[in-house]
């Protein structure tokens, strides 16, 4: 599966079509879009965390729902209409304070159905923080 | 299960442990706590939605993250370290701009672990836009 | 929602095009249809357990597939196309051995996706022992 | 992390702690262990499928149980109380009659959790079939 689009080209969708994933600051950036493939970047603020210095449960799910569509945009070309019909995940390490990546890989890209797979790791680190799975419904194309 | 902290307990506490799920203004907050229950009210602002008025995916998995963890909280008293491990939402139908309530209720609360059901609708309404399960793990007490 | 077959109907369905469900003896029956839901009994036997006299997990799940299976067919007609496309089980409490009845409601019958949550509990018991949601994929009609 | 057991050793655990596995027949065989994942077969015959061919969705929810079960098996050593509390899968594609295997992989063993990733393909095969993930609740040691 080859991308249609490349990172600044859905960097520039975004910022047109969703402008509140960017309120209080540019937290999510895309790092890169590749063959079946995105990552996406979260430089954790105050606003994502939690006493004690972790990322918070919901910053996480908003990195992999993000990076979950981001990696199906990349596929299929600028639509707005795909949606979040599924999204499960397992938190499964303490994340530290701190840039997160969200690496998500397309599982499945049908015709009316997308299955994504994420891993959520800390910038530079192996073990992931969390793992997620989410479904989307995709226009007819 | 009887409830062992009042709505207003369980509000004080989150000002005080998460302040962090105020930020940008108290769009959360607690309808009512009862046996094996707890509402939580989203009222949704423009951070919340998405472009056509659609309140996004991640301010309704925050909502029932949320609304989870009160549940847990209202019935095993105050504790910051209940942690979410696996979250599973169904977006069922588009919501509407405006107050959504997420009621949770407790489908198991073990010793080590504790698992929510929460279906989320649009404030009076009967038909849900989104139901989620969640596995928190608890403390020992 | 009103169901459009009956109990009688449905499992006379189930008969011709899934055989394979009543190999090793009749398990799976179904309880009643009633609007927006269905409920399943699995009589559990020896092939069914797990050591200690525990009905075992992919017991439980082929249950609640199968309830799942069953309701939206009792809303739809006579249909062998619809197929899972996610699904969802947390075990909640270890059955005893003996009779499960899995009760499904359905959460959405759209267009093509129908979304389905199940309660599986012993027979004539409050407590759930496990509680599933399910994605099928209908065909147009 | 390194397996405790090997494929033998775990396959003759099976036999004597969960011996209905095997009922209907050898079926699901374990092909291979190493560090950190686990791959099972299962050789499926008619019981194992829908008309057309096609491979059940619980004996695919069997295989990645089963699997996820080996995979931890082999990290901690034989111990017959780990008990499946959630398990989450994906439906990608129809698989053909014959062989599939489920390659499971630890995401993480915990003190009292283990969650597992397991993919569903063809024997041969690229594509998979399926996704699921499960989470176990393990004894302490």
Do not use: W
Request: net charge negative; with cysteine.
């Amino acid at each position: 599966m080859q991308p249609v689009m490349t990172a600044q080209e859905i960097a520039g969708f975004l910022d047109r079509e969703f402008p509140q994933i960017h309120a209080g600051g540019r937290a999510y950036s895309i790092d890169s879009v590749s063959s079946g493939e995105a990552v996406m970047r979260l430089a954790a603020t105050d606003l994502h965390l939690r006493p004690g210095g972790t990322i918070s449960g919901p910053s996480m799910m908003a990195l992999a729902d993000l990076a979950a569509y981001v990696v199906i945009l990349a596929h299929i070309g600028p639509v707005a209409l795909a949606v979040t019909t599924n999204f499960s995940i397992n938190f499964l390490r303490k994340p530290e304070a701190g840039d997160l990546l969200g690496t998500c890989r397309l599982l499945k890209l049908g015709k009316r159905l997308a299955v994504v797979e994420c891993g959520i790791a800390g910038a530079g680190e192996e073990e992931l923080v969390a793992h997620a799975t989410a479904t989307y419904s995709v226009p007819p194309r």
